[in-house]
């Protein structure tokens, strides 16, 4: 047993740390996660996640996990409506729906599910004194064989291993590489509606409780069903690199932000205007990243990364949670199932494979992002929704 009498530390409590985290558990592993949130109730930011078969599903089902997914996904929140600028509808596959449980096991079937309900049902699953919250990793630095975690305001910590689990701003990931994320061009602007059928009824109409994914001039409006009747959504444009600072634009002021919008989304229909109008304070600027599709490092016997600390991909291909997910899936065999003599020999086999994975989906990110900020993204998305949904 490769971690035998091992401490192991993940630094973060996204689903990637947290799925790993009950994947070790469920090995008797000793294991810890550091999370910043002071307490669970922190509320979680961003759009409702969709699980894939092969990927995020198969990780819960390994946890042993999938049945608390089934009954807690999001019904019919998988359910596209594409639009142009005016918000005309020219796809749609509502009416479609199929017994709430009847497509899984099916490559195709990507169940949605709120990232915070997601978040819930893993720390659930987790023993108590795994978390320890309240803990704004700081910095760490090697200590006989493993390392010495420094957190703020409190007691620093040893770790045999350490997992960064910490997102695509990861302190741990310069201790393997020095290789950073490029700009990808594109920025989004998210932001949230609570209580959305009452605060944005017309959008809440087209909606229906799935995806709304509209196109015009080479601009974006994404958005998805949440749970307790939350709307997220995303503006998403080509922008400079540090747009947000650049902009003079204050996120927390709602009028200047529609404004801003009238501007440069000027040939959109005023239908959008709910959305500006009644978000929850602050809107939040996220420039989208992407990791070298030709990374690497010399592995390390007492450290790895996964998720965005590992591979920061662009959002859309869907597949950032199902990465990390599966990050965690495969780093948790790879530790626990006796087939290699090392640590660094299981490490290093777990990242050649995540690299390599990674790259494919960072491909299919970038070229999904010029694809739907193209000039005629409308009707190439069209075209790719018509070609791989049955009527």
């Not at 010495?148 to 201790?175: Q, W």
């Not at 990390?324 to 640590?343: F, G, P, Q, V, Y």
Request: proline letters at 3%; a negative charge; glycine letters at 8%.
């Amino acid at each position: 047993m490769l971690l035998q009498n091992k401490q192991i530390a993940i630094i973060g409590g996204g689903p990637g740390g947290l799925t790993l985290a009950r994947l070790l558990q469920l090995k008797t592993a000793n294991v810890k996660v550091y999370e910043r949130d002071t307490n669970k109730d922190a509320r979680v930011q961003g759009a409702p996640l969709d699980l894939h078969e092969n990927s995020g599903l198969a990780a819960l089902r390994a946890a042993n996990l999938l049945d608390e997914f089934k009954n807690n996904f999001l019904v019919g929140a998988d359910k596209t409506t594409i639009t142009n600028e005016k918000a005309d509808i020219f796809y749609s596959d509502h009416g479609n729906e199929l017994k709430k449980d009847e497509n899984f096991g099916q490559e195709h079937f990507r169940p949605e599910i709120d990232r915070g309900v997601l978040r819930k049902i893993l720390l659930e699953s987790l023993q108590s004194e795994i978390i320890v919250w309240d803990s704004h990793f700081l910095s760490m630095e090697k200590q006989g064989d493993g390392w010495l975690l420094h957190f703020k305001n409190k007691e620093s910590a040893y770790a045999d291993i350490v997992i960064g689990a910490d997102g695509a701003n990861s302190k741990i990931r310069p201790h393997l590489t020095y290789i950073k994320s490029f700009y990808t061009g594109i920025t989004m602007l998210e932001g949230n509606i609570y209580n959305a059928v009452t605060n944005a009824p017309k959008i809440s109409a087209i909606l229906r409780g799935g995806k709304i994914m509209a196109f015009g001039n080479e601009k974006d409006i994404l958005m998805g069903q949440k749970a307790n009747g939350e709307i997220g959504f995303y503006l998403s444009f080509k922008a400079e690199e540090n747009w947000a600072a650049k902009s003079g634009l204050d996120f927390s002021n709602k009028l200047q932000i529609l404004n801003w919008f009238k501007t440069n989304y000027a040939e959109w229909g005023d239908i959008w205007y709910e959305l500006l109008e009644n978000t929850t304070m602050p809107f939040i600027p996220r420039p989208i990243n992407c990791v070298p599709l030709d990374q690497t490092w010399e592995a390390k016997s007492n450290l790895a990364i996964l998720g965005d600390a590992a591979h920061v991909v662009p959002p859309f291909a869907g597949e950032g949670v199902n990465m990390a997910m599966l990050d965690a899936l495969e780093l948790s065999e790879s530790l626990t199932n006796n087939k290699h003599h090392s640590l660094l020999e299981a490490i290093s086999f777990y990242e050649i494979n995540m690299r390599k994975r990674a790259a494919s989906i960072a491909q299919e990110s970038l070229e999904n992002g010029e694809r739907m900020h193209n000039k005629n993204a409308l009707r190439i998305m069209l075209d790719f929704f018509s070609g791989h949904h049955p009527e």
